[in-house]
């Protein structure tokens, strides 16, 4: 069996986003998990070439005015065309530090994840309001939902 490459691009500018990224990683890597490595990327440094050798996503973002961050934005500019004919029906994940509702931020990464085609294996974590210790479980939850669904199969 060979194994899969997990892709987290993340917008981690803060302490508390920095944990949630983290937990996302931590979900991923778990050791029940073995056929999946794990590639946690800030969208500044991630690429074409990174996106086109994974066989799944993890999207992380900020609310910024009730839009994706723009270090994100950044990278679906980068990479939209390289990655467009050759990445569709590709399994994705997408988690908001939300200090608002974050109803724009998931709009704006859904219009661009629908153009590229990406599947979404759940709804977006949004974790809306004042940080709180149970947004750090429910990252950990969705990376090691996304890596225990490529390892198996699933996605």
């Known amino acids: ?35 999946v490595s794990v590639q946690a990327m800030s969208p500044f440094d991630a690429g074409p070439a990174d996106v086109l050798s994974a066989q799944g996503l993890i999207l992380g973002t900020t609310e910024n005015l009730g839009y994706m961050s723009g270090a994100l934005k950044d990278f679906f500019d980068r990479v939209y065309y390289p990655c467009l004919e050759q990445t569709q029906g590709r399994p994705y994940a997408l988690f908001i530090r939300a200090g608002h509702d974050g109803t724009g931020t998931k709009r704006g990464v859904e219009t661009i994840v629908t153009g590229l085609r990406w599947r979404a ?27 225990a669904g490529l390892d198996a199969g699933v996605f």
């Open 1 to 35: 069996m060979t194994e899969k490459k997990l892709l987290i691009i993340a917008h981690a500018p803060s302490p508390n986003t920095q944990r949630l990224m983290d937990a996302v990683v931590s979900g991923a890597t778990h050791p029940d998990v073995d056929g």
């Open 121 to 147: 294996i759940q709804d977006p974590l949004v974790c809306r309001g004042d940080f709180q210790e149970a947004f750090v479980e429910e990252c950990k939850t969705l990376g090691m939902t996304m890596a």
